[in-house]
């Protein structure tokens, strides 16, 4: 499992492309938003939450396709399913793999784009405590629905289709979490919302993965 | 033969055409008469209330299609246990007959409840918890339906809208929370509810009762012609399977 997740992430430092593309997106959205709603401080401040989380949901949402697909195209998929390691944890693998390459780089991020954005300073380390807490969810339920649409052609607009609804919950916590802290309000309950999720997908969301790749490597 | 062997039985798909077929026509039948005279008894012998005026009849068409929209997911999770535990093919076409119709039920829940809310509330739209998990039941549907379209294997298409199914129904409860949580609700309680102290007035009672039992069993009448379609178009792919196989090169 552990060299799966090793191989993953040389592949993803050493082959290009995928590890600064997803920061890349980040910075674009939080740039194009105040120039699409105007650089007022009053109306960005209080929509910076949002627009930071929902940044980060389609960044992660958009290196989705290539979580399998690469795998499924030179064979390496179809050598996991003998494979002597459970399928289960070659899926905990893939998406934690993905949180680290995607996922982690937008949590160190954030804050500075919180800066462009002018979030209140006293929101900062709540919105890196938040996005880490929430991050897993987002990784664990995008490799689930890679894994479902893994055998399509043109997948990738189905994986949107189907993965932003299962988005919801985290992002309703996760945004509310910053949302209160920027308010001066106490962020704990939505944040340990935000954590109980992420916690709850990364225990059961790989056996659904192993299954709907199961049923597509039939 | 034991009752469960007896019940497992229907899912044979000839004896499921068969009971179908004997059902279906009673289905229709009592899903005209129950809509036929509880929405012409509701819109046209039910007094206006007294703050809503004439709007509160648009109650006899939102709040059973607002009923059948979320049962109609629950007999899809439950279609798809059956389909990935004991494999009968019945139960997964009447899981993938059942999600337009869930579709269509939520976005006419959506529009009446939206047509209602603009005199009452002042607004079309709010974004109250219960107006949002709605619109996201709405979002699931729509993923569902794409998925069995996309998918080119049929049992595989089964297999993977059955997972989805079960994902997606605890992401679906979780949402339904989440919204809850995220903004106060505009939207008022319960209309009907067996522990209620208070309920709807009897007179907008009664002809409540008679469209739901109606919408009900529109959704019976098509959820079971939509799997007898969908049954007989899979025999018709086997039959030219079959002819193809048998012709001369």
């Known amino acids: ?218 | 033969m034991s009752l469960s062997d007896r019940i497992w039985a229907w899912a044979n798909p000839r004896k499921f055409m068969a009971l179908s077929g004997a059902i279906l026509p009673w289905a229709w039948g009592l899903a005209a008469l129950c809509l036929g005279v509880g929405l012409i008894w509701g819109f046209a012998f039910t007094p206006d209330d007294f703050r809503m005026g004439s709007s509160v009849k648009i109650i006899y068409v939102h709040v059973p299609t607002a009923f059948i929209a979320i049962n109609a997911w629950f007999m899809m999770l439950l279609a798809s246990l059956v389909w990935l535990v004991r494999r009968h093919h019945v139960s997964a076409l009447a899981a993938r007959a059942a999600a337009p119709v869930g579709l269509v039920m939520t976005v006419a829940a959506l529009a009446t409840g939206a047509i209602w809310g603009k005199p009452m509330w002042g607004t079309y739209w709010a974004w109250d918890p219960r107006l949002t998990s709605f619109l996201i039941l709405a979002l699931f549907y729509v993923g569902y339906i794409a998925l069995w379209e996309a998918v080119e294997s049929p049992d595989a298409a089964a297999d993977l809208t059955s997972v989805l199914c079960l994902v997606g129904s605890v992401f679906a409860v979780l949402s339904r929370y989440a919204a809850q949580f995220w903004n106060q609700g505009l939207h008022q309680g319960a209309s009907l509810s067996l522990d209620a102290e208070e309920n709807v007035a009897d007179v907008f009672w009664q002809p409540l009762v008679l469209t739901l039992v109606g919408f009900g069993a529109l959704f019976v009448a098509l959820v079971l012609q939509r799997t007898r379609t969908e049954i007989r178009v899979r025999r018709l792919h086997s039959l030219k399977a079959r002819a193809r196989a048998e012709a001369p090169a």
């Not at chain 1, 627009?51 to 050598?79: K, N, P, Q």
Request: hydrophobic share 60%; charged share 10%; proline share 8%.
């Open chain 1, 1 to 218: 499992m552990l060299t799966l997740l090793h191989r993953d992430l040389r592949l993803a430092l050493r082959a290009g492309g995928g590890f600064g593309q997803a920061l890349g997106f980040y910075l674009i959205v939080a740039t194009l938003v105040p120039l699409g709603v105007g650089p007022d401080r009053a109306t960005l401040a209080p929509t910076a939450p949002g627009i930071l989380w929902l940044g980060a949901l389609l960044a992660c949402l958009l290196s989705l396709d290539r979580v399998f697909a690469l795998d499924r195209e030179d064979g390496t998929l179809d050598g996991l399913v003998p494979a002597p390691l459970p399928l289960e944890a070659a899926a905990t693998a893939k998406a934690a793999a993905h949180w680290l390459t995607t996922a982690l780089p937008l949590v160190v991020v954030a804050p500075g784009l919180g800066l462009l954005l002018s979030l209140p300073a006293q929101a900062m380390p709540w919105l890196a405590a938040a996005l880490l807490a929430g991050t897993p969810a987002l990784s664990w339920i995008g490799t689930f629905g890679a894994a479902l649409t893994v055998g399509l052609k043109r997948g990738s607009l189905l994986l949107s289709l189907l993965v932003l609804p299962l988005y919801v919950p985290t992002l309703v916590f996760g945004a509310d979490a910053v949302r209160r802290a920027a308010q001066g309000l106490d962020p704990a309950q939505p944040l340990l919302l935000t954590a109980a999720i992420s916690l709850g997908c990364v225990a059961l969301l790989p056996f659904a993965t192993a299954a709907a790749l199961r049923i597509n490597l039939r």
